[in-house]
């Protein structure tokens, strides 16, 4: 007998057990129990985290025997050829391969002719998105006002290609990413009932490589369970990811906060030839930029880290070298480089190339530290002898002026030319002050980038 995954086999079968959706369950069932079943709904999502459960559910629940009912048998011949798919008046259309004007003015004729021993007709359009144009059109009138034995269920991931008139005849529903922890509980019960022993710290790994999709995730632990022999496993899990391990990718990243770029290189070449994913070894290098930035912020108790990353002291020890702006700086030239190298023939030399502009961040200063040091180097040129030498060298007031009475009419009588003259500092001050100047790091860049010198330094 074929083997059937476990994403299928268990499959929720009511309302109760859909993972994730709660209020999205409440409210139907409410809609079932209150006679307010709308003509068409639309379910909004990523993968893998309801929809396609949800809209069997429903059919199930207003075409049982039973029914309609928010808790539907189950047992009856209409229950299980619903949850299996194959029912002759719900129809599941997948909209990728059925998205021209023909297939939809097929099921609008064929929509007027009740259903063969249902209680309701129902259409489930998957990735409704991909109908054309002409197609959506041609669905507005009898999607408007469809006999009241018909009932429309889309479903898709993209809603934003949708038409506005598409979206205004129907209720909307969104499906969020289903939290981690409602995963690994899920899976955890799983694996008790598939007598398979499971390490918690696996089965929260693979949980979080979901990333919000049940499916996702009950695909990977099919993945885990037969890597290990029946035993799922933390390492068994990171050889079915193709995951490196932290601590080599974390000697990467070391290096690079170092300033050693040779050395970076060479570590990333030797994973590179061990055979790790390009993809997936930048991917790992963002999740640990990513863990050293949450202990920069966070603290390294913060129970946010990757499950393969290093342990949270080696953490703590790199994010003490490098500042939140240089690591933020980090996240960006890999995202640069993962986006760039997913379309490239070859994706290494973009990578290195983000893995040399990680090891020169040591080299750049922050912006602001740049600005307070030009801003005491100004004050220190301004201040200093300069204005002593002036006050000496200006001559003494003679009697005459002495007598002139002070206020401001005695500084616009007087001529420009009887102004008191600023005189220049001395060679030997603006000497002393270039060779002030020339001990900052800031000025020595500054000279060895442009291969210049200084040659005055004015007040």
């Not at 209409?78 to 021209?100: F, K, M, P, T």
């Amino acid at each position: 007998m074929a083997y059937t995954v476990l994403a299928r086999r268990y499959r929720s079968m009511t309302f109760d057990e859909v993972v994730g959706q709660e209020p999205i369950a409440r409210t139907l069932k409410h809609a079932i129990e209150q006679n307010r079943v709308a003509h068409a709904y639309l379910f909004c999502g990523t993968r893998g985290v309801g929809k396609t459960t949800m809209a069997r559910i429903l059919a199930r629940a207003l075409n049982c025997q039973e029914g309609p009912t928010p808790e539907p048998c189950g047992k009856c011949d209409i229950c299980q050829s619903v949850h299996r798919g194959d029912d002759i008046d719900v129809l599941e259309i997948d909209g990728a391969s059925n998205n021209l004007v023909e297939d939809v003015r097929i099921l609008r004729d064929n929509a007027h002719f009740r259903p063969a021993r249902a209680r309701f007709k129902i259409y489930y359009i998957d990735e409704v998105h991909m109908l054309s144009k002409n197609a959506f059109n041609a669905l507005l009138k009898t999607l408007e006002e469809p006999p009241e034995h018909v009932k429309f269920i889309f479903s898709t991931t993209e809603p934003e290609r949708l038409p506005a008139t598409i979206l205004s005849r129907c209720q909307r529903f969104d499906f969020r990413a289903v939290p981690t922890e409602r995963i690994a509980e899920h899976l955890a019960g799983i694996c008790k009932k598939e007598k398979v022993k499971a390490d918690p710290a696996a089965v929260l790994a693979i949980a979080r490589e979901g990333r919000g999709s049940v499916r996702d995730a009950l695909t990977l632990l099919d993945q885990a369970i037969a890597v290990g022999d029946g035993h799922v496993t933390l390492d068994g899990l990171r050889e079915t990811v193709g995951a490196v391990s932290g601590d080599k990718v974390l000697a990467i990243l070391s290096a690079c906060a170092d300033g050693d770029t040779g050395r970076a290189i060479g570590l990333f070449a030797e994973l590179l030839a061990a055979g790790a994913d390009l993809g997936s070894l930048l991917d790992q290098l963002m999740r640990q930029v990513r863990d050293i930035l949450v202990v920069k912020t966070c603290g390294p108790e913060a129970e946010l880290l990757d499950v393969f990353g290093p342990d949270r002291k080696a953490l703590a020890a790199e994010a003490a070298k490098l500042s939140v702006p240089a690591l933020v700086a980090c996240l960006g030239y890999l995202a640069e480089a993962r986006n760039r190298a997913r379309w490239a023939v070859d994706g290494r030399p973009i990578s290195e190339l983000a893995i040399v502009r990680m090891a020169s961040l040591s080299e750049m200063e922050p912006l602001p530290e740049i600005v307070a040091r030009l801003a005491a180097l100004e004050q220190s040129l301004a201040g200093g002898a300069a204005p002593a030498a002036a006050a000496a060298a200006r001559p003494a007031p003679t009697v005459d002026e002495k007598k002139k009475p002070a206020g401001p009419m005695t500084a616009a009588a007087a001529p420009a030319s009887e102004a008191p003259a600023r005189t220049s500092p001395s060679a030997a001050d603006k000497r002393r002050k270039i060779d002030e100047a020339k001990q900052d790091p800031l000025v020595q860049k500054a000279l060895k980038i442009f291969d210049g010198q200084i040659l005055d330094v004015k007040d």
